[in-house]
């Protein structure tokens, strides 16, 4: 078997792992490098999830994406950095230091595939894998000035990827253009029994610009409290330009946004209290001091291998889920999911896809958001399509401050296509 | 408002290990987070969903599962095929 040579000067910090000969055959991606985010299991090669507690955890199989892009030759040539277990927007909460922004390296690559972005937006590899559980593949994405997707919720696997929030989480491709995403997308559909929650849907598409007639839904609330103008500005310019390529803009409402935001973060907490519950350092990681009591060797581990960010949402989790307040958080939360999900069932009826900026803002510099509801607050746009379970795509629509500014498509279920073609228009739009 | 002593329970509850010096801040971010919570007791509970939902079974069926030599290979602490663990009590 052949192997890629792959030892990158990397300056921005992008990964965790690096794998000099990686192997390749034949296949759609036989002989191109990708990078493969570290919370996705890859059999023999280390997986941290930018956490202390996974040190030295070597995965003792493959997850459904990996054992699908070595089907297909590719090199999988290294580990990329993120924020710890994914909770975060910037790539600054991993154990292996932050990511920089290839498109302005004292600024924040976005979070929490920030290692995957800054990888493929730096020329690094072609494509990468990223997920995205609020936002986490469409903010790096759109601050590091390249495409990515989260697919329909139950179109690629989730077998292998270590869990944070299972009922929103996707693991999705990243590339510098719409047709690498759409080839990674091909390869990444193919059904996995192995995890119940997707259903046999593969994606065979070419993109096509040709978008006359489309109607695209403008929500009033994207460009809302909190969006900086002049992105909003640019964000306007690219949709006037997908009308100005035949397609009808419809101004619209969407009033579940006013409880998006905190639907998300409590139903991720809770799933993450329950999920990150395994990381005990019996079986794996740091090992457990055995002559101590349960709870004492537990808590010791787990304070000193999680982060500040990752031990707060496992508390703010226990607490929503704790008795005499799951009414309060939890089951609330479930409500306000079903109203975003019935906004776009409504929108849906007269719209195609619904389009916004990805991001209210430019990428952060390094350090400039330390306050963690300020933190949140910034995901305010990306939620919504994953309480949904729509896809939703970020494709580079022009720039603000000469940082790239992210166009946001989202489409109906299952139908990862319509928006993969208004990208395909949107980036036929800004080259021309 | 949640206290320090909420907290301090809440981090045994979720066996996280907080310390003292730790518990203030804890808190502080914890109260101005959930505050902006509160926004869902706007929430008007509004029942069934409007989506038809379907159910999705499989067979049953026997596969292999992973080698046992190769699942212990990550712990330090193997002893006769099985992982040691802390005590109980």
Redesign the interface.
Known sequence: MASVTFSPDDRYNAFITTLSGAETGPGRLSGIPVAVKDNISTRGIPTTCASRILT???P??DAHVVTLLKREGAAIVGKTNMDEFGMGTTTENSAFGPTLNPADPTRVPGGSSGGSAAAVASGMVRMALGTDTGGSIRCPAAFCGIVGLKPTYGRVSRYGLIAYANSLEQIGPMARNVEDVSLLMEVLTIHD?RD?TT?ACPYRHTPDPTIRGLKIGVPEEFFGEGVDPRVASVVWEAITRLEAQGAEIVTCRMPSM??AL??Y??TCTSEA?SNL?RFDG????P??????????????????G?GTEV??R???G???L?SGYYG??Y???Q??R??V??DF?RLFRTVDVIAGPTMPTVAFRLGEKT???SM?LSDVLTVPANLAGVPAISVPCGTSEGLPVGLQVMGQWFRDENVIDVAAACEQGVSS | M?EEKD?EH??M???????KEELSE?TG??N???D??D????????GA???ELAN?F?EDEIVPS??RD??L?????AEDGF???????
């Open positions: 030295g955890y070597i003792p199989y029994p119940s259903i006013a409880f905190a639907a973060y409590v209290s519950a019996v079986r794996y990681g090992q457990a001091d055995t002559r101590r009591t349960w709870h004492e060797s537990f808590q010791e581990q787990r304070r000193e999680f031990r707060r496992i508390m703010l226990t607490f929503a704790s309060k958080y089951a609330k939360a409500a306000a079903q109203q999900r019935n069932l306050d963690p509801l949140y | 949640i907290v809440i981090a509850l979720a066996d996280i290990g907080i310390t804890f971010k914890f101005e987070i959930l902006y919570f926004i869902l007791d706007q929430v008007e509970e509004t969903s409007e989506q999705i499989r992973l080698p190769e699942v290979a990550n712990t330090r602490d992982f040691r663990a802390p005590r109980v009590m």
